[in-house]
Every structure is written in C-alpha cells, then in structure tokens.
DNA sequence: AAAATACGTCAATAGTGCTGACATAATTTC
DNA sequence: GAAATTATGTCAGCACTATTGACGTATTTT
C-alpha cells in the first residue's frame, strides 16, 4: 500500500512496444467512425438510426431473408430488431411476404423506396472507399478485401459467401 | 400510385451493379463488428463497456491529453464522457492532474491499473489483425494501413499523427 | 473588472441493445 | 388427431451510450 489515495500517473505513451498492433488498432477506429459517420446525416433525416441502415442493407443484399435469418447476420435479439423492422415496414420501406413453404415465416423484401434509400446510403460511404483505395494504390482492391473477410470471425465468414456480392469481374449475368 | 396498400416487393438483391462497392461495405461491418467482440467480452467482467475502451485507450496512447482533447478525439460531449471517465478514475484506472502551464486543464494519465487493461483488451485485437494480416499476405501490411487512413476523414487525419506511433514507413513529413 | 475558457455537474431525453414472459399460427412428431 | 416444436410478434422492464441545455467554479485572457 504505496499509494493508493492516488495512485502513480504513467506518462510514457503505449506503443508497439508491447507487441500489439495499436497502429492499426486507431486506424480501424478512426476509419470505421467516419465511415459511418457519412449514412448517419442521411438517416437523422428519416429519423432512423444505424440499426434501420444495417436492416435496410440486408434486406436489400438477400431480398426474402426471413427475420431469424436477419437476427443471426446482426447478432442482435428478436425485441432489438422489432422496432426498427416495424419503423421500417411502417413508412414503407420494407414489406413482408409470407414464406411459400413454412407460412410462418415472414420473408423481407425492399420496396422501390427502400431501395432507394439504401443505395442512397451506400453511396458516400462507397465513394469514400473508393477514394481511399485510389489514394492507397490502386490496384490493392483484392488484398483490402482479403484483409478485411481475415478480420471476420472464420465460423461466420459463411455469412458473407451467401451474398450474390463479388463475382470479382463484377459481369454477373443473370440471377 | 399503382399499389399502396403494400408496396411491390423488390425481389433482386441489390449488387455493385449500380456503382456502389457493397462488397467491401459490408466486409467493413462484417470485420468491425467482430474486431470489437474481443474487449466486449472482456470489459464486461469489469462492468464496463466501450466508452469505456475507448477512453482508456486514447489516455493510454496520449498521456497527459486534457479533457478537451480527448471529447475532439472521440466526437461525443463532455456529458457522455463524465460518466464514463469518473468511472475510470474512481477504479483507479486513470487519475487527473493539474494542467501545468493552465491549471484549468486536467491532464489525463493511466495508472499501472489503468495501462494493463488498455494492453489486456488490445492483445486479442492485436491477435485478430496478426492473423488477418498473414492470412492476406503477409508483407502488404503498409497497404492496410495506408488505406485505412485514406479512410478517415482529411481534416481528422491530424489526429492520427499526434501520435507517437511508428516511425516506420509512413512518410509524414509535413501536410 | 469583464469576458472567455476548461472543466464539472444536474436534469431530461433518445437510440439501441438486453432478458424474460407470453401469445399465435403453422409445422412436425408421435 | 393430439402434442411438441418452431417462427414470429409483443409487452414490460432494464442498461449503456449518446444527446442537449443549463448552471457553477476556477482560471486565464482581454
């Protein structure tokens, strides 16, 4: 018991000194918070919120995903997601369809105006990427992507291949 | 005005087709989402959470940053920060000290307390990225970084190289 | 002396997440 | 066909993080 009323200020910074990676660490931060801080003044608009963006988003990447699917790719609970899905469904940016083979299910599919906010939404935060990948070389797209799926928990990549997202020449004919 | 009463289900999956990167967005909340999960689990045996983290990590990056300083870094009020960093004081994880030049500053510095947890949360993220990183070749390290920087905003990236990080290969001479 | 600054605090509110409990409809199992 | 399970919806209550506005105090600047 030294000191406790107060105890000892360090005043050396941590660094990588200790082994770990705080470089990338804070970029990761700094570069997720204004990346989402683009959709976040779009949104205020609407009255919605991050958890609407991240519904909107997926409903729009796997139109007919049923509300388990959508609960297992957020992580979120059942009661976190029925209010900003009932908002969502209420000012018709989404509407439910019930499932052709199990009836209980609801399948969500994006409307015209759903759509339209989604990519309205995606479009600062993909012009920013592609800034950022013209300012960082370029041609390093495939090595960005294959970072960043690295950077997801592997039992959960499974999530990512369903999307009928990147067949990397970007000419995907017909589906 | 076709059909109102349930708008029509848009039933394609929204692709890059339309000039949006929503490959690497999602990637980008994929990699996020799980690159927090790591402290999460660990902050909560302390009852605390990632304001907390947050907190903790920028005293430890920055000893001696005022309270100012610190709310530009983060981008929330002073209101949101009081609770949180009474919290780390009061466990002792941080303590404040006079400003020397203004003595209306308080000078923020961990504790030995303090700097182990700030190292303990940041070990498994550190981890993630290890693993990432050779998972996605290895030496393209600068370009990760490089291009996570090119993410953040310009006029914030100021507050990137406050830091003493590494002088390694990035070149910030003068901007 | 007055104004501005740095910080602390109190009160009230919003958004997003949580757990637990219960209801309904549909499907599956026995 | 009755019973159990599943998919979904909903209600009530709670926690954390963030917000804005207002006020107080000490200190520095003008």
Redesign the interface.
């Known amino acids: 018991m030294t000191s406790?009323a107060?105890?000892?200020?360090?005043?050396?910074?941590?660094?990588?000194e200790?082994?770990?990676?705080?470089?990338?660490?804070?970029?990761?931060?700094?570069?997720?918070?204004?990346?989402t801080?683009d959709p976040d003044q779009i949104l205020a608009e609407y009255g919605f919120g991050r958890a609407h963006h991240?519904v909107l988003?997926f409903v729009?990447?796997?139109?007919?995903l049923t509300v388990a699917e959508l609960l297992d790719v957020l992580?979120i609970t059942k009661q976190s997601l029925a209010r900003v899905l009932k908002q969502l469904i209420d000012t018709?940016h989404i509407?439910q369809?019930q499932g052709p083979r199990d009836r209980r299910q609801r399948e969500l599919?994006?409307?015209?105006?759903?759509?339209a906010l989604?990519?309205a939404l995606?479009?600062p935060?993909?012009r920013?990427?592609?800034?950022?990948?013209e300012?960082?070389?370029a041609t390093?797209r495939a090595?960005?992507?294959?970072?960043?799926?690295?950077?997801?928990?592997p039992e959960?990549r499974a999530?990512?291949d369903i999307?009928?997202?990147?067949m990397s020449g970007?000419n995907?004919g017909d589906?």
Chains 1, 2 share one sequence.
Do not use: C, W
């Not at 599919?109 to 759509?115: D, I, S, V």
């Open positions: 406790h107060a105890a000892e200020p360090i005043r050396t910074a941590i660094t990588d200790d082994g770990i990676d705080f470089a990338i660490i804070e970029l990761f931060f700094f570069a997720y918070r204004d990346f801080s991240r988003h729009n990447r796997r139109p007919g992580k018709d509407v369809l599919y994006p409307t015209a105006k759903g759509r989604a990519l995606a479009r935060q993909s920013r990427i592609h800034a950022a990948l300012d960082s070389g390093e090595v960005i992507e294959r970072f960043l799926e690295a950077m997801v928990n959960l999530q990512i999307v009928p997202a990147k970007k995907h589906h």
